[in-house]
């Protein structure tokens, strides 16, 4: 079965540093990876998909890169903002399309 | 981009009885959707497969008869939590991707909370 684990569980910066979340999966054969952000007591918000074809997908200060061989994909926050602040799950999926998340990483960006 | 609504947002409900929570996808098909939970501070668990027309594909360790998916159309589906017991309290979220695109992007509804008294 699959397994995504996120490193690390928790992160603090001040405004303005450039970050890195990482996420591990142990079975290669995916189809996806996304990214999504999750504010507390609420749904997701999809930042970025990178179809298993693809080395990386950019949008704004977000740039998530995958290596499915592996099995590995990063994060990169560039000049983060306190608006960044919330939690950060990675999710794969694979045969049927199921997606199997990691635990996230709960990012705190201070002023 | 693709919608997918969930009602009610939020539900309280009394132990014993059973609640529907509903998952719709508002622009686009979906043949396929799938039903998560969320435990506090807990990342989203894969609870089963809601496939139009059929039977429904529960992941291991969840129970058919307890948590009752309906997927009637191809914009529609249904979980209900039958006999809810407080350990039943939980955020559940569905998720749907476009049967016409080839990119099986997933996209997420906001979430149920549901609060088993």
């Known amino acids: 079965k699959q397994e995504v684990t996120q490193i690390p569980a928790a992160l603090s910066v001040p405004e303005g540093e450039n970050l890195v979340l990482n996420c591990s999966f142990t079975?290669?054969?995916?189809?996806?990876l996304q990214w999504f952000r999750q504010d507390p007591g609420k749904g997701l918000t999809s930042l970025l998909l990178?179809?298993?074809?693809?080395r990386e997908q950019t949008s704004g200060r977000l740039n998530a890169s995958l290596d499915k061989s592996s099995g590995r994909s990063t994060l990169y926050i560039a000049a983060s903002q306190p608006g960044d602040s919330a939690t950060y799950l990675c999710?794969?999926?694979?045969?049927?399309?199921?997606?199997?998340f990691g635990s996230g990483t709960k990012l705190n960006v201070k002023p | 981009g693709a919608v997918v609504s969930q009602h009610p947002s939020r539900v309280i409900c009394k132990s014993g009885t059973s609640v529907k929570i509903e998952c719709r996808s508002l622009?686009?098909?979906?043949?396929?959707m799938f039903w998560y939970r969320q435990f506090p501070k807990k990342s989203l668990m894969l609870m089963a497969t809601?496939?139009?027309?059929?039977?429904?594909?529960?992941e291991q360790g969840v129970e058919k008869d307890k948590f009752l998916i309906n997927h009637a159309s191809l914009t529609l589906s249904t979980l209900t939590v039958t006999s809810a017991h407080p350990e039943d309290s939980s955020f559940y979220i569905c998720?749907?991707?476009?049967?016409?695109?080839?990119?099986?992007?997933?996209?997420f509804g906001p979430g149920t909370r549901l609060t088993v008294t």
């Open positions: 622009d686009f098909q979906a043949t396929t």
């Open positions: 990178i179809q298993s074809s693809q």
């Open positions: 999710a794969v999926s694979g045969n049927f399309n199921k997606f199997y």
């Open positions: 079975d290669s054969a995916i189809y996806n």
């Open positions: 809601s496939n139009e027309g059929s039977k429904a594909t529960y």
């Open positions: 998720s749907a991707s476009d049967t016409s695109s080839s990119s099986y992007e997933q996209y």
